[in-house]
């Protein structure tokens, strides 16, 4: 990388030491702007505008400047710009970086570019990518690319996967893949997450679920979390629900 950013460092120098810069912004701004063009590499840059030092110093910047995009990837690359020697380095460097987004996640992989070798290594590695997509519930899961024994496997681990989700409530359960006494394990799971969260007050009870005797209790509970709510002053104090319950209280009977 030793021809990188050498130019730019180059032209810093000269246009800050340098007072001719200085005197010609001063007096015509229209040459600084278009040099400042050249320098950062947009707008319009008229080199017919430039000095013989200016032109051949931004000449270099934009050699380095292209070499370090072909070097790093992370810009266009000129490669008729390049030297021989440079060109075969970029060219090894580019053949690198497509290996490694083949092989990883990390870019995107142009097959055609593979030897026969690497080719064959890469299609091993992406099938045991997609196979561990599979095992896992994860995208993408391409079903076509597992042998019959893998089938067998993921088939296996999603009925797994989903008697989990529906006896955790993580996820959208798929009650049909449950067997009759899985189905009956996971409605009992799933009534008794129902009630609790009804008798704690969660916004997912689903109040229709429960018996006479388990929505008695909850109203109960209910009641008693308002009238807690209330005495506190809590922005939760539902007052119609205070009213009913002293209004029933006065109606008791004295002992």
């Not at 519930?137 to 996967?161: A, G, N, R």
């Not at 959208?172 to 009630?195: F, G, M, Y």
């Not at 109040?207 to 509970?221: G, I, M, Q, T, Y």
């Amino acid at each position: 990388m030793k021809y990188v950013l050498s130019a730019a460092v180059c032209l810093l120098l000269t246009l800050a030491a340098g007072p001719a810069f200085g005197q010609s912004a001063t007096k015509d701004s229209d040459a600084v702007q278009n040099l400042r063009n050249c320098l950062v590499g947009y707008g319009e840059c008229d080199r017919s505008k430039l000095t013989s030092d200016q032109q051949k110093q931004i000449a270099d910047l934009q050699r380095d400047r292209n070499l370090w995009g072909c070097f790093s990837g992370y810009s266009e690359c000129d490669h008729s710009a390049l030297t021989p020697e440079q060109s075969k380095q970029v060219s090894e460097l580019e053949r690198n970086r497509n290996l490694l987004a083949c092989e990883t996640t990390l870019g995107v992989c142009d097959n055609s570019q593979l030897a026969p070798d690497q080719a064959s290594e890469v299609d091993d590695i992406q099938k045991e990518r997609n196979l561990l997509n599979c095992k896992t519930s994860s995208y993408p899961c391409d079903h076509s690319l597992l042998t019959p024994e893998q089938q067998v496997q993921v088939k296996q681990l999603d009925l797994e996967h989903n008697l989990l989700i529906c006896q955790t409530g993580q996820g959208l359960c798929d009650k049909s893949l449950l067997t009759p006494s899985q189905a009956q394990e996971v409605a009992a799971v799933q009534h008794s997450r129902n009630l609790l969260a009804c008798r704690t007050g969660e916004s997912y009870c689903d109040e229709s679920l429960l018996s006479p005797s388990e929505a008695k209790e909850v109203s109960a509970l209910k009641r008693e979390r308002n009238a807690l709510a209330c005495a506190t002053n809590d922005m939760t104090c539902d007052p119609t629900l205070r009213d009913e319950q002293e209004a029933k209280q006065g109606d008791k009977p004295s002992s």
